[in-house]
């Protein structure tokens, strides 16, 4: 498979890696070489099996534009443009394309979200709920998508109202934690990253799994297939 890469960061670099690692061709576009999309012509876009974007939310919706508009698979690692899902979906729809989308790609942080799925009930029994999240420094949103998805999740099971408290702080590569507290106890449920190669893992994961399919899919339905 031939993948283009958006982004050469931290995580990016890491895609790149295990890609090659996987047998896979890849090919990178740094961010100062695509301003506004500008180097997603067709030139560059021919021949490529899957695009994968990890840049920042400034940039990545005119690189799903380009890309989208060229007809080519995408998976996106990129937080900070959710407000766009409807729009983005509806392209994809329209141009037959396939988009793996997820607030974190890491297999781990997935399972993670299943567990705060089943935990979600304890706030119809007199539990509040509080999300804290940690990531280095120079992480450019916040809350992070990953604490907006444990949000979203406990919600739309209870209709109640969750804090999300941030920091950003050194090199911390990240970490959530959910806290359920009650007047009778308190419950804790916690994922920490060790290093970002879990991310990077799972991105080549999805973008094996996208080439060839069709359709708009967020990685947290779809974390088990890969």
Same mark, same amino acid.
């Given at each position: 498979?031939?993948i283009?890469l958006?982004?050469?960061g931290k ?6 890696e295990?890609?090659? &690692?996987?047998?896979?061709?890849v090919?990178t576009?740094?961010?100062s070489d695509?301003a ?6 067709? #030139?560059?876009?021919?021949g490529?099996?899957?695009v994968?974007d990890?840049t920042?939310?400034?940039?990545v ?5 380009a890309?989208?508009?060229a007809? #080519?698979?995408?998976?996106v ?7 766009e ?13 396939g ?11 997935n ?15 007199r539990?509040?709920?509080q ?14 998508g990953t604490?907006?998805?444990m ?7 209870s209709?109640?109202e969750v ?24 419950i804790?449920l916690?994922h920490?990253? #060790?290093s970002?190669?879990?991310?990077? &893992?799972g991105a ?5 799994w996208?080439?060839?399919?069709n ?6 339905d779809?974390? #088990?297939q890969?």
């Amino acid at each position: 498979m031939k993948i283009l890469l958006l982004g050469c960061g931290k995580t990016g670099s890491l895609v790149a890696e295990v890609a090659r &690692e996987r047998g896979h061709e890849v090919e990178t576009l740094r961010s100062s070489d695509n301003a506004d999309a500008s180097g997603l012509n067709g #030139k560059r876009l021919d021949g490529i099996d899957v695009v994968v974007d990890f840049t920042t939310p400034h940039s990545v919706l005119g690189n799903i534009n380009a890309c989208l508009d060229a007809r #080519k698979n995408m998976v996106v690692g990129t937080t900070g443009w959710y407000s766009e899902l409807a729009s983005v979906h509806a392209q994809v729809e329209q141009h037959k394309t396939g988009f793996v989308y997820g607030s974190n790609f890491s297999i781990g942080v997935n399972l993670f979200f299943d567990l705060i799925q089943s935990a979600a009930p304890a706030l119809a029994h007199r539990y509040s709920a509080q999300i804290y999240e940690r990531h280095h420094e120079g992480k450019k949103d916040a809350p992070s998508g990953t604490a907006a998805t444990m949000k979203k999740l406990l919600q739309e099971a209870s209709g109640g109202e969750v804090e999300i408290t941030s920091f950003r702080e050194g090199d911390v590569v990240g970490m959530h934690e959910l806290v359920l507290d009650s007047p009778n106890d308190s419950i804790y449920l916690c994922h920490d990253a #060790k290093s970002r190669r879990g991310f990077a &893992e799972g991105a080549v994961r999805a973008a094996e799994w996208i080439s060839g399919r069709n359709g708009f899919y967020d990685l947290k339905d779809i974390w #088990k297939q890969l």
